[in-house]
């Protein structure tokens, strides 16, 4: 059933406050929750996602099924969050676990603002000065065969010169919309390797706030790998907030058969002397819908800013979309700043190359494919998180229907 | 460079603040379809073309302004603003130019618009507007024997309904925005050009705008034809006097290229952008789009130092096979002034391009942004875009946006997207002043150095112009 956009925001909205109301928010949460608007027809910052797919009700019913094929641990150090609900933990010295959580700067989005109302954060705490050898691997895990949804938080904080990596991991089965913020804060000297590894099954939907709070003169450094699903919706929201932070964001996006990823970036700086730089590489086949938006925003005391951005993408066949924007916001004149965007195809005379030497054209389409995105993937600097995403990559490309066969 | 010798820099004159006293009549501040009704009745004009402007009024008055644009400013209260002004002495066309007000001669002459036929050096064919009326079109004769129609638009809607009631509104409808509406509604003059098929137009045609009375708005509307084969180079430019209040400016611009034409655009934009505290300055609220079909290709360049508001996006559908859009654009913002310009490539046909290069200047405390759009549809095969837009920022106050959307449909379209924003670096000046050249002379080099990509793209004359227009904008803004 398909119901207009301004009609399911206001359902959205009665749906959101209903079950908050269930599950216990109160208090300024709640207020919050009652004072923002889902997105309607004409909601800029939604202008490439529809959210006609929670026309099923997926606000209505908090998942609570079992999960069929969980994830593999990547790392001795494990945290598994169920349905939302904290299952497992097993962490190292250093490193506590609570749910004393502090407020979350800089959230915008109305499924945000709901998850704040609702969700029971897991706090992951790093002891000042320690360093964290082991990944931390956060398994944040749905399960629903009707749809039904789950609104996981949790929140990584990094003390005075701790050094921690954390692989951030979503699993999704059946019809389950996890609705995730995740808050990264970190004090000074603090040193943070973040992966955000999301892989759902494409008939799952995720919309999801990520928050990178650099409270300190720390770096972060933010690798985020993803598939399309049903409607993927991430928003990155990076507060450069002490001069001499640094943070990079690298990324890439693969969306094919009728999924759907939008991508919305914003890196804030406020005070003077910070770098960020940030490379995402996008893939769309078959009838997948890739959008990405990414902001750099400078304030105007924000000098001697150097920011970058570069959006590259590859558009596979007919019937694929990318809708990619670049955005500067500058209010200083002595910052360096920088963005380049491209969308394109392979190139055919590689292709040519490869089939002259006697590989299938469409193997050689993947080959390059792969080709396109190894920068990044080579850029990992954890050889487990590789070795799990260069064949769940592989497969993803394989699956994508090459450039002019078989194309309607 | 210090903040001190920055603002020195920026303070400088606008030299066409003027007014000129003539006699005219002006209608009282407000709109109605009464008001419409005078204004058509005043020029005389057929009743279908009465009924499209009510038509419009009406899409209008249900129409939201927008607010989208990176733009601040007061709610604009529609029925302060008076809708007609025109000079009394050119209530009988003139016929010749020495039927003409030597008050208004001595208002182009101190501009230095040439309407003297034998003082033409270039040779441009020049229309001029005051306010809402079209003063005179010089070198119609010449023109005519080309077979180029080049007249205001209230002539051809008189002498040609048939071209204006085919291609009016064809590229911008009458509902397309809430400016456009507005315009479509009221519109007083304006240019209208045909160049016949295969005809390459003999001269650069010229129109220049010049709002002079206090309180009126100007909304012009320009319909440019070029049919199969042919080309013209139009250029355009706009004045006003200095004014403490801000005066309103919504104009459309339409233009048609049939397969093989060829349509090159130029502005020229020095509307009085207000003072440093932004006081004054116009609202430039304007809607330019052309239609491109098969092998044809239009070119918009635009300088824009003027306004203290823009808000502007010459387009190109690229709707046939093989044709080609350009954007060149340099937009300068200084004071309070704020622009939001950009262009909006839509590529519809096979083999399309489309080139845009927006280079912005923003100095004290003004803000500059670009907004654009490159969309790829489907069906446009082999589609090609390049697009780069840089931002130069002088001193720590003023902004400098980019906001360009790009979207793709189709896997052989090939787009290239890159932005950069800096200021005038210190080894540049450096470099500069260990010559002995001053500090505002380096300045202003380097500045024209950062747009040159664009000026080339300009007729001769306006080149100069240009140049001079931007020197005369920093003059006093660098040490």
Redesign the interface.
Known sequence: MTVSANDLALALKTQALASARRLGGEGDALAALEATRFPERKT?RWKYTSVQALADGHLNAVAAGDLRQPLPALSESVVTINNGELVTSSLPDGVTLHHNAPAVAGLETPFAVYNSAVARAVVLEVAANTRIEQPIHVQIQAASDAPAHCNPRVIVKLNNGAEATVIEHYHGEGQALTNAVTALITADNAHLTHYRLQGEAASTLHIGTLIIDQQGISQVDSYQLMTGNRLRRNDVHALVGKSGAELTMKGIFVVRDKSHVDNQLCVEHRVPDCQSDQNFKGLAGENGKAVFNGRIHIH?GA?GTNAELSNK?L???????????????????????????????LDATQQFYLQSRGIPAAEAKRMLSLGFVNELLMALPHETVAEWARPWLEAELTHARP??EG?A | MSQAELDKLIRSNYEAGFTTTVDTETLPPGLSEDVIRFLSDKKGEPDWMLQWRLDSYRKWQEMPSPT?AHLHHPPIDFNEVSYYSKPKSLDDAPKSLDEVDPELLATYEKLGIPLHEQEMLAGVAVDVVFDSSSVFTTFKEKLAEAGVIFCSISEAIKNHPELVKKYLGSVVPQGDNFYAALNSAVFSDGSFVYIPKGVRCPMELSTYFRINEANTGQFERTLIIADEGSYVSYLEGCTAPQRDENQLHAAVVELVALPGAEIKYSTVQNWYPGDEEGKGGIYNFVTKRGVAHDNSKISWTQVETGSAITWKYPSVILRGDNSIGEFYSVALTRHMQQADTGTKMIHLGKNTKSTIISKGISAARSQNSYRGLVR?S?RAENARNFTQCD?L???????????????????????????????VSDDQMFLCRQRGIDPEKAVSMIVNGFCKEVFKELPMEFAVEAGKLLEVSLEGAVG
Do not use: M, R
């Open positions: 800029e105007e000098k993408n558009l596979l066949n007919v019937g694929a979309e990318i809708n990619t924007k670049p955005e500067l916001e500058i209010y200083n004149d002595d910052v360096k700043c920088a963005h380049g965007t491209t969308v394109g195809q450039a002019g194309a | 989208w790829i489907p931002s920022l002088l001193g720590d106050q003023c902004g400098a946006h980019t906001f360009p959307y790009i979207e793709s449909k189709n896997p052989t379209a090939t787009i290239e997207h890159e932005a950069t924003t800096s200021k």
